[in-house]
């Protein structure tokens, strides 16, 4: 450690490495393209962005509404919850039983562990119980920890994203559907 950085008080130090955590999440973000929220030919329509509001479930469907919802999250810096969520559900999809411990100890050092970069916001109780599972990793190891991630984003952060200006400004740039922009023209009567 340069002489520097050994004078500065732990609390600076400890701030220094979140911020470095958090930067680095941003910046290695390689599973989420979010050119699908920009505006032009590929933006959601109207209806679609209407459908987000009906459920958590719809919106994590939709392509688009993933993307803005990923976007919003990085936007409050917690965009580990829905990277935990999906690596979660890419790790319970793995066919080859050998590659389950692998994988397992990447999820948990990413997203668990005590020094992981993208720590989820979990319990204790959900921690020793994630912890003991790797000691044999099974495709459900991670089900209490997804299923917290899951509501937590479900109750807290969804509610959110709809009252976001975020999702208001999708609304308004959304393009209604082509059913909506030409309506059947009807017969004229004599």
Do not use: V
Not at 33 to 41: H, Y
Not at 138 to 166: E, N, W
């Amino acid at each position: 450690m340069c002489k520097g950085l050994a004078s500065l008080p732990t609390c600076c130090l400890e701030r220094a490495k979140e911020l470095k955590a958090r930067l680095g999440s941003i910046l290695q973000i390689h599973n989420w393209n979010l050119s699908c929220c920009k505006i032009g030919k590929n933006k959601p329509t109207l209806e679609e962005c209407l459908r987000w509001k009906e459920s958590f479930e719809k919106l994590l469907s939709s392509k688009y509404g993933l993307c803005a919802f990923t976007a919003f999250l990085m936007s409050e810096f917690s965009e580990e919850n829905i990277a935990f969520y999906f690596a979660c559900e890419e790790y319970k999809n793995t066919k080859c039983p050998t590659k389950l411990a692998a994988k397992a100890k990447k999820i948990y050092d990413e997203f668990i562990g005590s020094e992981a970069p993208r720590e989820i916001n979990i319990d204790h109780e959900t921690r020793d119980i994630t912890k003991a599972n790797m000691m044999t990793p099974t495709p459900s190891c991670f089900d209490m920890a997804q299923h917290k991630i899951y509501m937590l984003m479900a109750k807290d952060c969804y509610p959110r994203f709809l009252r976001s200006p975020a999702y208001r400004d999708l609304m308004c740039q959304a393009k209604p559907s082509t059913k909506a922009r030409n309506p059947p023209q009807q017969e004229k009567k004599a």
